[in-house]
Nanobody
Framework: QVRLVESGGGLVQPGGSLRLSCAAS????????MSWYHQTPRKERELVAS????????TYAESVKGRFSISRDNDKNTVYLQMNSLTPEDTAVYYC?????????WGQGTQVTVSS
């Protein structure tokens, strides 16, 4: 059974930091590229960051470049999203996704709220 379980979300003040984790199981983690998306009630789900299966290629949305960092640990089957200098505009549900060729898996999401 494929599972992607996000954790690390919560309430943080503007300018603060959070580290999201996504623990994967039920598939060969090192074969899959991993991504973080976010979604708000007003917008469609948007790509935040991606990392290739061996971590050699990273992609970021323009809005998070220089503030967020994606990484992965293939020994722990986990992908991370370090989020710094958070702003209220980063408030969203953050989803972890695994993809390879035509197959994509999603986690259940974790809420990040940036507010004073």
């Amino acid at each position: 059974q494929v599972r992607l379980v996000e954790s690390g979300g919560g309430l943080v003040q503007p300018g603060g930091s959070l580290r999201l984790s996504c623990a994967a199981s039920g598939f060969t983690f090192s074969d899959y590229h991993m991504s973080w998306y976010h979604q708000t009630p007003r917008k469609e789900r948007e790509l935040v960051a991606s990392i290739s299966n061996i971590g050699s290629s990273l992609t970021y949305a323009e809005s998070v470049k220089g503030r967020f960092s994606i990484s992965r640990d293939n020994d722990k089957n986990t992908v991370y999203l370090q989020m710094n200098s958070l702003t209220p505009e980063d408030t969203a549900v953050y989803y972890c996704s695994a993809f390879r060729r035509s197959t994509r898996y999603w986690g259940q999401g974790t809420q990040v709220t940036v507010s004073s």
